[in-house]
């Protein structure tokens, strides 16, 4: 069959863009895009029949009548978002706990990214989730409006911004902090710092403490074309799962770096040393604590209502204890 596919790009699909990675009975037909320009695409016009998805936006979808996506258990971003917290020095803010009351800049409210942050941050530093005033609008330059639906809970406060972008607010001390998924253009540089002198202690702490490498994304096909096609959602995983291995044997091949990183090796075992050999791990079984922390948190700040569990993100792709490794 001939399928659609959008995706964010990066060194773990790029061997299914580049074709050396097949898809069992699929013609692939891949568009490769900015992260944001995809998800606003695909969740406004539902181009693709299979698309890299952000994971609350896709918790969100299994709560609408029709649930017209299906997901299967591959995540193709990561990220230990602490290093994602910028503040103005403009604010006397030296710590999480330091943003009760302050003004918390946001591009999107229920971006996987800020769902992690406001739960960490709620967890582990002392800020309580509801405390801050939201913020939201364009990261980079005004923006009329959502490019594509968000649920706002009432109990939180947030403020809208169409005159302004959350970069250029920072810098100006018109918001004290910013939650973001990319570092903002007025960082480095005068008037805006991380929270976080360095990140990576506290993230590797919260590591330590649960083992969770937090998803962004998760693959996701369209739940009509899962439904006719019973075979695709394993013929799915198999070949992005082999992507990722793929990815894996191309950093660590020495002859030609693959990035522009120095150490490139070397920080792949480290990380390997530090958060185990398989740390980005697809499949239900090895997600599991992780995916369960995603739900509560999506609860905690009203974004869902139903009691999910795991297994209810995958009902429907033929179990096989959701292809486990």
């Not at 096609?229 to 070949?239: Q, S």
Request: a negative charge; aromatic letters at 8%.
């Amino acid at each position: 069959m001939r399928l659609s596919i959008g995706l964010a790009g990066s060194a773990r699909t790029r061997p299914l863009v580049e074709g050396r990675v097949a898809i069992d009975e699929v013609v692939p037909d891949v568009t490769v895009m900015g992260v944001q320009a995809l998800f606003n695409l695909q969740l406004t016009q539902h181009v693709f029949d299979v698309c890299e998805f952000p994971l609350v936006t896709y918790l969100r979808s299994l709560e609408s009548d029709d649930q017209p996506y299906l997901a299967v258990p591959i995540f193709p971003s990561r990220h230990f978002r602490l290093s994602c917290i910028f503040v103005s020095e403009e604010s006397a803010v030296d710590k999480p706990a330091d943003l009760a009351g302050r003004r918390v800049g946001l591009p999107v409210f229920d971006m996987a990214a800020a769902v992690w942050l406001r739960g960490i941050l709620h967890d582990f530093h002392g800020l309580d989730r509801f405390s801050p005033v939201y913020v939201t609008a364009g990261p980079e330059g005004p923006r009329a409006g959502d490019e594509h639906p968000q649920y706002l809970p009432p109990s939180f406060t947030v403020e809208r911004r169409t005159d302004a972008g959350l970069a250029q607010m920072l810098a100006a001390g018109e918001i004290d902090a910013l939650y973001t998924a990319r570092a903002p253009s007025t960082w480095p540089g005068p008037g805006v710092r991380r929270l976080f002198e360095d990140p990576r202690i506290a993230e590797l702490d919260y590591h330590r403490a649960t083992g969770i490498f937090p998803a962004m994304h998760v693959l996701a096909v369209k739940r009509a074309v899962a439904d006719a096609n019973p075979t695709l959602p394993l013929a799915l995983y198999r070949a992005f799962a082999e992507a990722q291995s793929v990815a894996r044997s191309d950093a660590f091949d020495s002859a030609a770096l693959d990035s522009i990183l120095p150490w490139q090796l070397d920080e792949l075992l480290e990380s390997e040393r530090v958060l185990g050999p398989d740390h980005w791990a697809s499949g239900l079984a090895a997600n599991r604590p992780m995916l369960e922390q995603a739900i509560a948190y999506s609860r905690a700040d009203g974004l869902i209502t139903t009691e999910l569990t795991p297994e209810d993100l995958f009902a429907g792709t033929g179990d096989a204890q959701i292809f486990a490794t």
